[in-house]
């Protein structure tokens, strides 16, 4: 468990949700029904398994509060905030 709460690991799933939830919105925008109802799922349960790993994180002290607000609450309109939090927060340390 603690190698999944890990802020690079972290940052990969995030990247990897914000990419599932772009092929949603394409499939969405182009009506494919049954991509849509596929990646739907996995966008839902990606959003739900990011945030209880991000909050998990939170409470280990691994990232900061702000970060796993931007993902799970922010998150729900678009994991594309969690991802640009991410980046940010890596840039962040590199800056530091």
Do not use: N, Q
Not at 19 to 27: E, G, M, S
Not at 70 to 84: C, D, K, L, N, Y
């Amino acid at each position: 468990m603690s190698r999944l709460v890990s802020e690079p690991v972290l940052r990969r799933l995030s990247y990897a949700h914000s990419i599932v939830y772009t092929v949603l919105l394409w499939a969405a925008l182009t009506d494919r029904e049954g991509v849509v109802s596929v990646v739907g799922w996995v966008h839902g349960i990606g959003w739900i398994a990011m945030s209880a790993l991000c909050l998990e994180a939170v409470r280990r002290r691994v990232i900061p509060l702000w970060l796993g607000v931007v993902v799970a609450i922010v998150g729900g309109v678009g994991p594309f905030f969690g991802s640009i939090g991410f980046y940010a927060h890596k840039r962040r340390g590199m800056l530091a």
